[in-house]
């Protein structure tokens, strides 16, 4: 089944069970200082669970575009070795404001899942909060094996959107990948096996949490569910990894020819490429969404993905600007459901590589200072880069800290990032009093 026919019936399948099918919002989320980037479906309806706000509904769906770049949810070291990890993807979620609870919910994803995508549920598992009686018996009634239902704890179940905001226990579906339906083990699930995967996930929004992390009930019990799209698409597609979807393959399809190579040289730096894919999403859909690379706080973000995936790209051989081509794969994928992307084409091309422009100029030498620096750790027998040499390559060489530490990692480095930050809280305090006394100056002129 193709992503636009998987979107589709999604929608169809609970608008025809009472919910609004709604767009999705923008990545840059509307009057939520607490967020960095919409990083679920229930951000643009966090203060309808609250409360806050009032809906004239009070059941929704959506496909919504998704970042897990920074904070709680974040994905980005993941990306590249993982199979199934991205900084944007987006989110099948159906959401009920004090409708509904668990009985409905499990029963709509169960229907939808078995009846409707025709999954095998001798591949699924189901987990739930650990002292969660009551959904595990509506599993049960709903006809899953008990012994395909496990109890975990608060990390794996108990959903939170942030430090703060609506939260509350959740149950998971997920997905055996595995080619021996017999070599599957409880023990899987949750685990580093890449046969298991996780792809639903329900939460049952009860709680606020608030700064000090005390738990108050929302007006009403309420439900959040989250599919990742890119993951569904895996299973129904039948293939192993998100990246061989029809939502991604035409990305890295455009990067093997920019490189002019097959998939040997694929699978032999899939990381690389896999990276060059996902951060291409992420670029295009900010860009399309308003954020341009700066060094402010969700600029920050865009900046820190062009310069990696340029960095990336330097690694597999590119001299050039080459991201704008490839967000041009992204956008042709993307643009139907989309159109949005498709206003923007020009824009997203011309914001991507000037920034990459302004990064290579200096990539090449800071590279070079790079090795220079790792050389001499070896002279020195140590595995720590001094901060002060990592906060030299991001004020001389624009390199974002996350960058310096990719590159060490792969040779298994690190920075000493409390000394890199004491450089850079100097370096704040010397353009504060740089810039109160050229004011100063100002004012005697
Ligand atoms: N908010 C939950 C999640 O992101 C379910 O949508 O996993």
């Known amino acids: 089944m193709e992503s636009r026919d998987i979107r589709q019936t999604f929608l169809d399948f609970f608008d025809q069970r009472g919910h609004v099918p709604l767009s999705s919002s923008s990545l840059v989320p509307a009057n939520d200082p607490t967020l960095l980037f919409t990083n679920a479906g229930m951000a643009q309806f966090k203060d309808t669970f609250l409360g806050v706000e009032q809906r004239p509904y009070n059941r929704a769906c959506t496909i919504q575009k998704c970042l897990r770049v920074s904070g709680k949810h974040n994905d980005l070291q993941s990306v590249g070795p993982s ?63 008990r012994r395909r239902i496990l109890r975990f704890g608060e990390k794996e179940n108990f959903w939170t959107m942030g430090d703060t905001g609506p939260c509350g226990p959740c149950s998971e579906i997920h997905y055996y990948l595995g080619s021996d339906v017999n070599a599957q083990r409880a023990e899987g699930i949750n685990g580093v096996d890449d046969d298991y995967m996780e792809i639903w996930n329900l939460v049952f929004v009860q709680y606020n949490r608030d700064e000090q992390g005390g738990l108050t009930p929302v007006p009403s019990p309420s439900v959040d569910t989250g599919m990742g799209l890119e993951r569904l698409a895996c299973v129904l597609q039948g293939v ?15 990067v093997m020819e920019l490189v ?129 040499e990592a906060f030299k390559l991001y004020d001389t060489y624009g390199f974002p800290l996350d960058l310096t530490q990719k590159i060490l990692a792969e040779r298994g480095l690190d920075v000493d990032v409390e000394e890199y930050e004491e450089g850079r809280r100097e370096q704040q305090e010397r353009s504060r009093i740089a810039t109160h006394s050229k004011r100063g100056r100002e004012k005697e002129d």
Request: zero cysteines.
């Open 240 to 254: 192993k990894t998100t990246y061989e979807t029809d939502l991604l393959r035409p990305v890295l399809q455009r």
């Open 83 to 145: 199979p199934r990890h991205h900084t944007f993807f987006e989110m099948l979620g159906n959401f009920s404001f004090g409708s509904y609870f668990k009985r409905e919910t499990i029963r709509y994803a169960w229907e939808l899942l078995t009846q409707v995508f025709l999954l095998p549920v001798e591949r699924l598992w189901i987990t739930v909060y650990i002292d969660d009686d009551e959904a595990e018996r509506l599993w049960e009634e709903t006809g899953v094996e």
């Open 260 to 388: 002019s190579k097959d998939g040997d040289h694929y699978r032999r730096y899939r990381a690389s490429y896999n990276t060059i894919a996902d951060h291409s999403r992420a670029i295009a859909f900010l860009i399309a969404d308003g954020v341009r690379p700066g060094n402010g706080w969700r600029d920050y973000v865009l900046r820190r993905i062009i310069r990696r995936a340029a960095y990336v790209g330097k690694t597999l051989g590119f001299e050039r600007p080459f991201l704008a081509s490839v967000a041009e794969a992204v956008i042709d994928t993307m643009e139907e459901w989309y159109p949005d992307l498709r206003i923007k084409r020009e824009i997203i091309s011309v914001v991507t590589t000037a920034e990459e422009e302004r990064f290579n100029r200096t990539l090449t030498t800071g590279l070079r200072f790079l090795e220079v620096a790792i050389n001499r750790m070896a002279q020195q027998n140590t595995a720590i880069l001094p901060g002060r």
